[in-house]
């Protein structure tokens, strides 16, 4: 890195991009952008999709009446399974030789999380017109257990990635998230349910904990974004 500072004009030239650090920062970003996609786990990520969008419309590949059509279950079915997909989100089999590059480790996983939101949120909402319109639960509140869900998956990770020298989390991380799906449907003590039904009384309280769970997973994520300033080992790497 060379740096010459002349005064007000001080100007930077970081792996060999010269200007504002505005200029460099969009220099490096568009940079990433294609190797970034190219490393995306597509395959995982179309997985999952594929598999929640034939949840959501299983119904209508069995010709379930409106009247027992289970909106809100293929809704959240669909919703785990994209979130066993966005757990290979941050998959990298060759994350020890990128971890030497001068481009900080929340630069690159800010880009691949970029890449997936927009993907995201198309497929929640072909998810959702899958089922129809007079059966369909509140939109709002299976959106939020949807993106808590994803969050989770993201976070774990995160935290996978900066406490482990794993390249690629994703197994272990869709295996805690697949358990926890299932603990929370089937064994959660009734004053903490997180999975009622729409007329059931606690459905408001369900939600304000699903609300809970997302700011969490995104402030857990987020601080696992930084990159630790030395290298360590938390957890053991099975090799």
Known sequence: ???????????????????????????????????????????????????????AGAPWLLSVSREGWPGLDVLRAAALAFGLGLAFLLDDPARHTTAAVPTRRPVRIGLRVAFAVPFAALWW????????????????????EAAAVAA??????????????????????AGVLLGTGLYAALLVPDRWALVVPVNDPRWGGAHDRWAGI?????????????EPLRRRTVLPVRR
């Open 214 to 226: 997302l700011v969490v997973a995104v402030v857990v994520g987020a601080a696992a974004w930084v």
């Open 152 to 173: 989770l998956a993201l976070a774990g990770a995160a935290v996978v990635v900066r406490c482990t020298e794993a390249a690629e989390p994703g197994v272990a991380v």
């Open 1 to 55: 890195m060379r740096v010459a500072a002349h005064g007000e004009g001080a100007r930077s030239t970081v792996a060999g991009v010269s200007g504002p650090p505005t200029r460099r920062a969009y220099a490096v970003i568009r940079a990433l952008l294609r190797p970034v996609w190219r490393s995306l786990p597509r395959r995982a990520l179309a997985a999952g999709a594929a598999l929640g969008l034939l949840i």
């Open 125 to 144: 909402t072909g998810a959702l017109l899958l089922v129809p319109e007079d059966v369909r639960p509140p939109v709002g509140a299976v959106t939020l």
